[in-house]
Each structure stands twice: as structure tokens, then as C-alpha cells.
């Protein structure tokens, strides 16, 4: 009998996957045991060829070569991995190989990373598809019982190429052709874009705004203090409070209302992120970067889903896993946990994958033992968890209404009647180190017991001076949500894609805004660059619309079903690229000023990247990379030890990467023991104070 091979996304799943089949004998960038051959792809080993593999004439960026529109599309192996894919291709090939098993994650992005390397090792072999939300053994187990046809997913497939050869196409012909234009480059992307208008948007609303004062006048009660109507001429606010101060006031009705706040929804990937980013300040791209960890750990389920419930085959283990949650929290949950599993349980709203939960290995994990991040993303689904089977918030509402010297007054507070899920909540809550701003939606203070014709006497007036507030710039909490509802109201309610990208692409999205220039981080604010509001400004509406875009994905979604024909949805892109050449011909004089000035700027100052500690550009010199804040001490110096050791300089590319993406992937780091080299990311470890550097394995792909 002939033996199988399973292909994953990484070593570490490889890994976890040959431990549950049996294959642990250790070969070259594969294992095997029992009839198994477990190997793993790197994340994407193969990718869209550059535009000079179709020809010589595009290694120079031209008008005159645009619009680049491949006839047959060719790929090749990604940088630093080509000896990976060879060993998959040898594997492949292997005579005693009868057939093999895409275990790469289980998703659109995964599926193309598998087929993209089956084709390009010209196998023809038999397919088969894992399909898997954890990585617990009794999971990978259950998903080898039920393996499905590799055909069942080549609408998956087909919808992730489109996806794919629509962001090469529509990023390397408008890329070069405004990079031309405008002297300067500029990143042009299909979802890259409208995300920038977004922000651009917000950031002019934000410098438009005139604050306007108002006053409100208000009377102290004693125990309480009423508000009046806000007024804008502060001589009418200075009339009431004449009028009132001094004079008794009588309870003219006083309003009851019980009202609930029904448990919170399981999270997605985009609500993890947005909450991660509100309570601990990460962004996007690390809350995903930790959830990934925690899945392949076993801790979490696939975290890149867009199903916010469970499903109904998991309903009878809930309160076993309730449990085991519980008892690993840093704070007491209460005796009796309530499990209403009928608020997570929906079949008809997990597609792909159900919502990001612990799973039943959380009961062994040391919390103390994970880095600080992971720890802080476990425990936040976990929170959930326990929050969202619980039972619903009570509270009682009153709004009394007052007069005083002819002129009425309001003032509202409330009273918990049941903590419900709140209680869970608020423990966590009350954990963090930095306590987010929350809208309560009510007046927090419980008034006293009133009465409808009681009277208070000589209250004190006063007038209560304030100034509108302009719009907030965007935080990533507030963009994912954005992002998430871009062009919505232009979709019918049944949609099933809407938005700007999916939650497993829109962190990389906002990395690519920041690492190109568009974006700067301030803080925890996204606040456009001078070249990122020129750029909004000379592209044309149909690249920067939300709506577009919006609808593109709902294609793709289409496609993945099998309603859309792939070749209809492409055409559609290769129109549109050859609409946008044949419109931009000459630049705008007055944007090609600015982006001029912009790029002098740029070069004279030598900023590679964005200061992790305070957002201030990070400039090259000629020993480092330092912050170009004075009151910031962040500094990465290029004599270092730890880059010397392993064979590496900190270049300006390396520093670039490690400020942007916070990590750099070398596949030929030199061990000081033993000269040889091997595979192994370098990752930026600012704790505030120092600057150092760590390296990060993936399990069985250490050092050799």
C-alpha cells in the first residue's frame, strides 16, 4: 500500500498533525510514520510572477508599457523558499506517494497556497481536503474521518486566484502608472485604497471642524443636579439660570424603565481585533499574529473566520468547557456559571468556520507561560465566552422632569437590577492596567426616590460652558468597523460579502498604508501622511470607492460558489485597468508640485519607518536608525551584536521591516557553534526601555 502526503501551512501544524497520525521520523523539511509523508509550505511558497517575466519591456516602469494584462499567467517560487517547494516537488513526485491531503489552513488564502505549489509541481496525483477549526488532536482525528474530495473546493480555489490576479492587476498597472505620473511611488491597491480614502476622509473632517461653544444651565438638588436645554447664545442660558437661582423646584413626572442589555456576541476575528486594540492598544496585524499562535498551540480555534456563533453539534460540550475556562481566569467567576447556549448556537450563521473560542486544552495551559500578548488575546476569548452564555444585564432607568423658575429641567440615572453577564465582564474589566473609555449609553449615578409633585427648595443655578468636539480620527478599533460596513447600505440585506476586504486580509491592509508612507500611527490614532492625502486626491473614484470595492468581494463570493464564472469576474478587472490608463495620461501640476515636495522631504530626512514607541518617523544615520522625536530614545544601531552573530547586517531593508511588520523571515541565519545555517524570523522585542531582538522557530524547523 502506498503511502499519503499531507501538505500544511506550516511546520508547527505539521507538526501537531504527525503527532496525531504517527509520523515523527524526522526527514529533510518533511516527516513520516505509518504510511505518512507530513510536510509544509512556509506560508506562500509560490507566487505571482514579476512583471518582467513577460517581457523586457516592463523592467522599466513606463506610461507607455501599461496596461500589463497577462495572456497566461506565470508564477514562480517565493523569495527564500525555493528549497522548500523542491522538496515538496520531490515528495510529490515520489513513486510510492498514491495520493495527497491539503491540510493547509482552512480558508481561501490556505487553499491557494496548497494548489498554486500542487500545480507548480505538475502533480496530478489525488487530492483530498482537511477541513478543521482546531488543532487538538481529537479534532485533527475527527477531520481525517471526514476528509472531503480536493474537488469540492475548486470553486474556493478559483475565487482565491481571482482575488489574487485582480490585486496584481489592478496594483502593478495603477502603481506604475500614478508612480509615473507623479514622480514618486505610489501604492495603488484594490482594497489598499479605499481604506486610505477612508482615513483621508476622516482626517479632513477633523481639520475642517469648527468648535462652536453652547451652554447648558443646570440646578444642584442637593443629592442630584438637572440639566436645561443646551443653548447657544450664552445671554439665554444667563436668563434661565437668573430665573431659576434661588427659586424652589417641583418633580413634574418621573419616568421607570427596566431595561436589558442581552449578552455580548462570540468573536470574530474583526470584533477580537477591534476589542484587542481598545483594551491593550495592539494593532490589527498583532492581534492576529497572537491568535495564530494560540490556534497552533491548540489554545484557540481558526481564528480568520467572519461567524460570530457556534454550531449545533457543539451545543453538549459547553458547560464542560465553560468550566475549564473558569477555572484558568485571574479572577473569580463565581460559583454557578449560566449557559444559555441558544444565544451562540446559529447554523445558518457559520459558513467556513464557527467563532474564535478556547478549546478544551485550555485546562492545561499556564497562563504565567505565554507571552504577554498571547496571554492577553487568550483571555479576552475566554472573557467572552463565559460573558456571551450568560445571563442578560437588568437595570432600571428613570428620567425625572423638573421646573424651576418657569423653566423645565431633566435628570436621568439608573440602578442595577441583575449584573448577568456584566458582573463577568466587569471583574476582567477591572484587571487591566489601563481602563478603556466606555459609552454607557445612560447616566451611571442612581437618582434618589422621587415623586411627582415633590418639592426641592432655593435650589443653585448654574451655567455649565462647553465646546463641540470634532470627529475622532480613526483608532484601528474604529477602522476594522468601517472597513467592515464601507458601501454596506448599498447591498441588499442578504449579501454575504460587504465591506472593504475580509477579516483575515485587513490587517494586512492597514500594515500596507503604514509601511508605504500613506499612514502614520500617533498614538493609537491613524492619521494620514501629506503623500497619503495627495494620493487620494489625483485617484479616480472608482479605485478609492468603497463600493467598488465592496462589490468585488461579493463577486468573489460568488465565485466561490460556483454562481460566477471566474473568466466573467477578471474581465470585469481587465476593463476597468485598461479604462484607468486610457483616463490618466498627463499629471495633475499642482499634485505634482506637492509630490515632489513630499519626496525631497522624504529623502533629505531618511525616514524608514514609524518610532514603536511614540509613532515619530524612525531615521537612517550613519550608526542606526533612531527616533526623530528628541524626547524619544528608541535607537537601532547598526553595529549589533546579534545580527553579526548570525551571519546578517541591520540594513535599511531589515530595519524597515522590523519597524513596520515588527518581524523579518531570513531561511539562512549562520549558528555561531556550528557554522551551518538555518531558517528562523527575527523579531522587533521594544519592551519601552531597551531595544533588543529575539528569534522565533517554527516547531521542527529549528536550527539544524
Not at 447657544?232 to 427596566?258: F, R
Not at 535599511?652 to 555561531?672: Q, Y
Amino acid at each position: 500500500m502506498g503511502k499519503i502526503l499531507v501538505v500544511t501551512e506550516k511546520p508547527s501544524v505539521a507538526q501537531s498533525i504527525g503527532a496525531v497520525l504517527g509520523a515523527k521520523k524526522r526527514g529533510n523539511g518533511f516527516m513520516e510514520g505509518d504510511g505518512w509523508l507530513i510536510s509544509w509550505c512556509f506560508g506562500h511558497l509560490v507566487e505571482l510572477a514579476p512583471a518582467d517575466a513577460y517581457g523586457e519591456q516592463y523592467k522599466r516602469w513606463s506610461y507607455e508599457t501599461l496596461p500589463i494584462l497577462p495572456g497566461v499567467w506565470k508564477y514562480r517560487a517565493s523569495e527564500g523558499k525555493k528549497k522548500q517547494l523542491d522538496v515538496l516537488r520531490s515528495l510529490m513526485s515520489r513513486a510510492d506517494v498514491d495520493s495527497v491531503v491539503c491540510a493547509t489552513d482552512a480558508g481561501r488564502e490556505g487553499e491557494l497556497i496548497f494548489r498554486l505549489v500542487y500545480d507548480q509541481c505538475k502533480c496530478k496525483k489525488p487530492v483530498q481536503r482537511l477541513w478543521i477549526s482546531s488543532l487538538e488532536d481529537s479534532a485533527v482525528r475527527d477531520g481525517f474521518g471526514k476528509l472531503r474530495p480536493g474537488a469540492d473546493f475548486d470553486n474556493l480555489y478559483r475565487a482565491a486566484l481571482c482575488r489574487a490576479q485582480a490585486d496584481y492587476l489592478v496594483g502593478i498597472n495603477a502603481t506604475r502608472l500614478f508612480s509615473c505620473l507623479y514622480g514618486a511611488t505610489l501604492n495603488v491597491g484594490r482594497v489598499q485604497s479605499p481604506t486610505l480614502a477612508l482615513i483621508v476622509g476622516r482626517e479632513e473632517a477633523v481639520r475642517g471642524f469648527v468648535s462652536e461653544p453652547f451652554y447648558i444651565p443646570e440646578i444642584d438638588c442637593g443629592q442630584f443636579t438637572a440639566s436645561g436645554d443646551k443653548q447657544k447664545d450664552p445671554e439665554a442660558a444667563e436668563a434661565v439660570h437668573a430665573a431659576a437661582d434661588g427659586q424652589d423646584v417641583v418633580v413634574l413626572s418621573v419616568e421607570k424603565q427596566t431595561k436589558t442589555i442581552a449578552p455580548p456576541k462570540l468573536y470574530d476575528l474583526t470584533t477580537l481585533q477591534r476589542e484587542a486594540n481598545r483594551l491593550f492598544g495592539y494593532t490589527a496585524q498583532q492581534t492576529l499574529d497572537y491568535a495564530q499562535s494560540l490556534y497552533e498551540k491548540k489554545l484557540v480555534t481558526y481564528p480568520r473566520t467572519d461567524s460570530r456563533y457556534l454550531t449545533s453539534d457543539m451545543e453538549a460540550g459547553l458547560p464542560a468547557l465553560v468550566n475549564a475556562v473558569s477555572a484558568i481566569l485571574p479572577f473569580p467567576t463565581g460559583e454557578s456559571l449560566s449557559i444559555n447556549a441558544g444565544a451562540v448556537i446559529k447554523d445558518s450563521g457559520v459558513s467556513d468556520h464557527h467563532a474564535i473560542i478556547p478549546t478544551p486544552s485550555i485546562q492545561k495551559a499556564e497562563l504565567s507561560s505565554l507571552p504577554s500578548g498571547e496571554r492577553d488575546i487568550l483571555t479576552m476569548i475566554a472573557v467572552r465566552l463565559i460573558c456571551a452564555l450568560g445571563g442578560k444585564h437588568s437595570y432600571e432607568a428613570v428620567t425625572a422632569v423638573l421646573e424651576c423658575g418657569g423653566h423645565r429641567f431633566t435628570a436621568k440615572g439608573k440602578s442595577v437590577l441583575s449584573d448577568g453577564w456584566k458582573s463577568i465582564d466587569d471583574s476582567f474589566r477591572s484587571t487591566l492596567k489601563t481602563k478603556p473609555d466606555e459609552d454607557t449609553g445612560e447616566d451611571g449615578a442612581a437618582l434618589p426616590e422621587l415623586s411627582e409633585g415633590q418639592i426641592f427648595d432655593s435650589v443653585t443655578a448654574a451655567v455649565r460652558e462647553g465646546k463641540t468636539s470634532p470627529p475622532k480620527r480613526y483608532t484601528e478599533d474604529t477602522l476594522l468597523s468601517a472597513m467592515e460596513t464601507a458601501g454596506a447600505e448599498d447591498f441588499p440585506d442578504d449579501a454575504e460579502r460587504k465591506g472593504l476586504g475580509t477579516p483575515a486580509t485587513r490587517a494586512a491592509t492597514i500594515e500596507k498604508l503604514i509601511k508605504s508612507g500613506f499612514v502614520e500611527r500617533q498614538k493609537k490614532n491613524l492619521v494620514p501622511t501629506n503623500k497619503g492625502i495627495n494620493l487620494t486626491a489625483v485617484l479616480p473614484e472608482d479605485i478609492k470607492s468603497p463600493l467598488l470595492t465592496a462589490e468585488w468581494e461579493q463577486k468573489l463570493k460568488l465565485v466561490e460558489r460556483g454562481e460566477l464564472a471566474g473568466a466573467g469576474f477578471m474581465d470585469g478587472i481587465a476593463s476597468l485597468t485598461r479604462e484607468l490608463v486610457a483616463a490618466h495620461r498627463v499629471p495633475v501640476p499642482e499634485y505634482a508640485a506637492l509630490f515632489a515636495e513630499a519626496s525631497n522631504t522624504a529623502a533629505k530626512d531618511g525616514i524608514v519607518g514609524a518610532c514603536p514607541r511614540c509613532g515619530s518617523g524612525v531615521a537612517e544615520s550613519a550608526k542606526g536608525f533612531f527616533c526623530s522625536s528628541r524626547a524619544c530614545k528608541f535607537a537601532m544601531w547598526k553595529d549589533n551584536r546579534f545580527f553579526g552573530a548570525k551571519g546578517k547586517k541591520l540594513d535599511k531593508k531589515t530595519a524597515a521591516a522590523l519597524l513596520t511588520e515588527g518581524r523579518i523571515f531570513f531561511s539562512d541565519l549562520r549558528s555561531e557553534k556550528t557554522g551551518k545555517t538555518y531558517a528562523a524570523t527575527i523579531l522587533l522585542d521594544d519592551d519601552g526601555i531597551k531595544t533588543n531582538y529575539k528569534l522565533e522557530f517554527e516547531k521542527g524547523g529549528g536550527k539544524k
